[in-house]
């Protein structure tokens, strides 16, 4: 295409076989895809593209498919695109720099029966990265497990720290209602806040997403032994209109 009087070509960057070099931005996008262990697209788009307009993410996330360092599939084939780190992909960060401690790259898809549970926690790695007071670290499930050997982790737990040591612990976990409440998801709740008690002791709290009034009634009455523990709702929607209302009840 012609460049009209006054227009400048735009140089774009090439490595030595011709493919175009990997921006700051591109390696940040790749790491958030790893950490996240499989991703949605749109997650992406907030966390690490911002502002900007989806079609930028969206040619990152074909150029990085076509250079083999990202998979790529729609849900149902018509759905939101899953994105996950591959093993090139997680090469590539590691040999520019990156440590390949927090990044996976799993050979195959988030099982369909784990898929809400694991978008979920992506949601909220996004609205807790972007607010105005970001954690200094966030730790999914996966990480933790892979870092610590505890009696119990949290889905995602956020660090707020300082020179000074940790000024804040907060251990999230997304309740779909699936495990019983007073065998199963009251005792493991006790026991992570016994955890992060001897850790952290009153710089500690619990955050519980979940999802029906009389759950979240039963949770919220179970409170008082726990600390500090907030309850709020799991979305009803999902997607971009699902990250707005995560931020709304969070007041983020």
């Not at 907030?46 to 729609?74: D, H, K, M, W, Y």
């Not at 892979?146 to 612990?169: E, H, I």
Request: aromatic share 6%; glycine share 10%.
């Amino acid at each position: 295409m012609a460049l009209g009087s006054g227009e400048k070509a735009r140089v774009v960057p090439m490595n030595a076989r011709g493919k175009r070099r990997l921006s700051a931005r591109d390696f940040g996008a790749l790491a958030w895809i790893g950490e996240g262990y499989e991703v949605a697209q749109y997650q992406l788009e907030a966390a690490v593209f911002g502002a900007l307009s989806p079609t930028v993410a969206s040619r990152f996330v074909r150029r990085a498919a076509a250079r083999g360092l990202i998979a790529v599939e729609r849900l149902y084939g018509i759905g939101m695109n899953r994105l996950r780190l591959t093993r090139t992909g997680r090469d590539t960060l590691v040999s520019s720099g990156g440590s390949g401690e927090r990044l996976f790259a799993p050979r195959r898809w988030v099982a369909l029966k784990d898929l809400v549970h694991t978008v979920r926690i992506n949601d909220l790695r996004v609205v807790l990265a972007t607010q105005n007071r970001p954690p200094t670290e966030l730790l999914p499930a996966w990480v933790l497990q892979r870092q610590f050997a505890g009696d119990v982790v949290p889905d995602l737990l956020a660090v707020w720290g300082s020179s000074k040591g940790v000024r804040l612990l907060l251990a999230c976990e997304v309740d779909r209602g699936t495990e019983n409440l007073g065998r199963v998801f009251l005792p493991k709740l006790r026991r992570l806040a016994h955890s992060l008690g001897e850790s952290c002791g009153e710089r500690a709290a619990i955050l519980v997403l979940t999802q029906g009034r009389r759950r979240m009634e039963q949770l919220a009455a179970a409170a008082a032994t726990f600390g500090r523990l907030i309850v709020e709702p799991l979305p009803e929607r999902t997607g971009k209109a699902g990250l707005a209302e995560l931020r709304r009840d969070l007041q983020i």
